[in-house]
């Protein structure tokens, strides 16, 4: 997810707003249907959301598949084998392209698809990708250093690319993250039984036509992804029959609104960006703010049509900023739905790393969705032609 522009974001913040997105205004929420998912992680200072998310998604997929009752079976995989073997794959290609590429550490639920595919998984007790010395992810250095050094094979000094600079670029990798244990990651995907051509991801813009593929067009899809492109009402129904069908879905999207807020709410108020420096959570939600004073009703959100949504998308206001793990829904005391999203900033907020993000929110700010196929609606499958 990008993680580029909070700088000039910054700017765009009033203190109203401000005290209104940081109010711990007195929400009472009613669990409608919630699915298992694994333990809250921490990505703390790294852009890797869109793999924290999307293994926590397939945690829960295989939870689901092999019906996994208790917690201490429950999988736990290694969210920086991923990363380092996609950072693999993205140095190649950037290579290729003359640099014509985004090189940094955001990126997209396709990129975790891919490496599973390629190359496979293994556990978080395999390969923890923890060896530069600090016990939560803190990566500036290592995105630094690796961006340096393709930059550099790019400039091509010697006029012919030497077969070393790829083995060189792995042996960054193996100096920050970790030398690969000796397993096969393949058997292990296998004998977890994840199959990545299991999954679709969902879009909904009307810049393309519907019920046909497209990648998006945000930097971090720098795989190129395909989304299928659906009907706004159509989109939200995909969503509504996974959760109540026992599925989760992986959600992508914007958070750098002020309705986003430090305490786990997510509603649609302004448009605007509060972003900051720090961890991920800083980044996006800004710090807290313990002189906030809390709102004495509930806020009154945006409505949302298919024609904001891509007004939205087409004005930079809906952008490409974070990912997550949706796997219930409730509704609060007024009867308004919201869904529960599972985070990665660690137990944070009120709902320990749990957000509810209100529908309007997810209707307006949602770039993209990953589901199981079977989690789709019958009559959606047949009009993008999935079995």
């Known amino acids: 997810m990008n993680r580029l522009r909070f700088l000039a974001a910054a700017l765009a913040v009033t203190m109203p707003l401000a005290l209104l997105a940081q109010g711990p205004y007195n929400y009472e929420f009613t669990t409608v249907k919630e699915n298992p998912v694994t333990s809250i992680k921490n990505q703390y200072r790294s852009g890797t959301c869109w793999c924290f998310s999307a293994l926590s998604f397939l945690e829960s997929e295989i939870i689901r598949e092999k019906k996994l009752k208790d917690e201490a079976q429950y999988p736990d995989l290694s969210e920086m084998f991923v990363v380092r073997k996609a950072y693999h794959d993205r140095a190649a290609k950037y290579v290729r392209l003359d640099g014509k590429l985004n090189f ?30 600090t016990e939560l992810p803190v990566q500036g250095e290592l995105d630094a250093v690796l961006r340096a050094y393709v930059e550099a094979v790019v400039k091509n000094p010697n006029r012919n690319l030497s077969t070393a600079w790829l083995r060189g670029f792995d042996g960054i990798l193996d100096a920050y993250l970790g030398e690969l ?29 519907f019920y046909t593929e497209f990648a998006i067009e945000v930097e971090d899809n720098w795989r190129w992804s395909r989304s299928w492109n659906l009907p706004l009402d159509e989109f939200q129904a995909v ?135 079977k989690a789709l609606p019958k009559d959606i499958q047949k009009k993008i032609g999935i079995k």
């Open 239 to 373: 969503i509504d029959n996974a959760v109540d069908k026992g599925y989760t879905v992986l959600w992508g999207g914007d958070v750098s609104e002020p309705g986003f807020t430090r305490t786990g709410i997510a509603v649609l108020l302004a448009t605007g960006a509060k972003p900051s420096s720090g961890s991920d959570q800083e980044r996006w939600v800004g710090k807290a703010d313990e002189k906030a004073e809390a709102p004495k009703e509930a806020p009154k959100e945006q409505e949302v049509s298919q024609e904001s949504r891509q007004t939205g998308f087409d004005c930079k206001q809906t952008t490409d900023d974070h990912g997550m793990h949706l796997f219930g829904i409730a509704k609060d005391q007024n009867g308004t739905k919201y869904y529960l999203i599972k985070n990665s900033w660690g137990e944070t907020g009120k709902y320990k790393g749990v957000w509810y993000m209100s529908e309007n929110f997810l209707k307006a700010k949602t770039l993209n969705i990953m589901v199981n196929k």
């Open 104 to 133: 940094a550490p955001g990126s997209d639920f396709g990129d975790v698809m891919d490496v599973i595919r390629d190359y496979g998984i293994l556990s978080q007790s395999a390969y923890s990708g923890m060896n530069y010395g």
């Open 181 to 209: 244990p000796d397993e096969d990651p393949k058997a292990f995907r296998d004998q977890l039984g994840i199959n990545p051509d299991d999954y679709v991801s969902l879009t909904s813009f009307t810049h393309h036509p």
